[in-house]
């Protein structure tokens, strides 16, 4: 298994407040709210995992929709109209079965949504943690959560058996004043490293100088007014629709 489980669980918790106010998410939110509000108004039933209800102001008025900021527990098989998804199957160690559990919940013609980070997703950090290390130990180690591409998210909704599949994704660019504020944001997000072959020891002080200087030499904006450098990251978040 690549990811452990419970440190997903917790690090979720452990962000519960900070998520709520994180800018990217509540852009990724909105957008999969709209989505769902624009589907056709047959459908009665949903289940929403990955958020809680503040996050979807207007789903959230809806009787008929459950929202759940972890994995609902259900014995109910084709039971809802709709399913969807917030940012949590990028966490999955098997994609195929975990989707499959999911699309399995809709009944026939049941509307299926997700969003998740794809590969795109921090390669600034990623190569220049790749970098550092390399240097410093002469090999490296996994920092950032390997991630799939949106290619990958769309065989994979063909596998499982969803009919008229839309797959596209967002580019979400972000400047930050400092490293620092980039791994808050991170942890504020509840998305730290959670590989149970990560290293378990606290970042050492020359390992953080190392990644700075490689981020700061290849991924830093200046603004020209202020004589300002920023550093740049890239968010990548892939949406799946379907029916099953």
């Known amino acids: 298994m690549l990811f452990d489980k419970n440190r997903v669980k917790e690090n979720k918790i452990r962000s519960r407040e900070s998520r709520s106010r994180s ?8 957008d999969l709210e709209s989505r769902i509000l624009d589907l056709p108004q047959g459908w ?3 289940l929403i995992e990955g958020c809680r209800k503040n996050d979807l102001k207007e789903l959230s008025k809806i009787n008929k929709v459950t929202i759940s900021e972890l994995s609902h527990d259900t014995t109910k098989t084709q039971s809802l ?5 917030l940012m949590q199957l990028h966490w999955s160690n098997d994609p195929y079965s975990d989707f499959f559990e999911k699309v399995n ?8 949504m997700c969003c998740l980070f794809g590969s795109e997703t921090l390669n600034e950090l990623r190569d220049s943690f790749f970098k550092a290390e390399m240097k410093l130990f ?23 058996g969803l009919n008229n599949c839309v797959v596209d994704r967002d580019i979400i660019k972000v400047s930050y004043k400092s490293m620092i504020d980039l791994f808050l ?4 997000m509840g998305e730290t490293n959670a590989i149970r072959e990560r290293r ?9 100088q190392e990644v700075e200087k490689f981020y700061l ?24 629709y379907g029916r099953k």
């Open 81 to 85: 109209d709709l399913y969807a998804n």
């Open 105 to 112: 919940f809709l009944k026939s013609e049941g509307h299926f």
């Open 200 to 208: 378990k020891s606290l970042m050492t002080k020359n390992l953080f």
């Open 44 to 46: 009665k039933n949903g």
């Open 185 to 188: 944001d991170i942890k504020e």
């Open 138 to 160: 002469g090999a490296a180690s996994p920092r950032i959560s390997p991630l799939p591409e949106i290619r990958d998210v769309g065989n994979l909704a063909a596998k499982i």
């Open 23 to 30: 800018f990217l998410l509540k852009r990724v939110f909105g």
């Open 217 to 240: 030499k290849n991924f830093t904006d200046k603004k020209s007014k202020k004589n300002v450098y920023t550093i740049n990251a890239t968010f990548e978040i892939i949406f799946l």
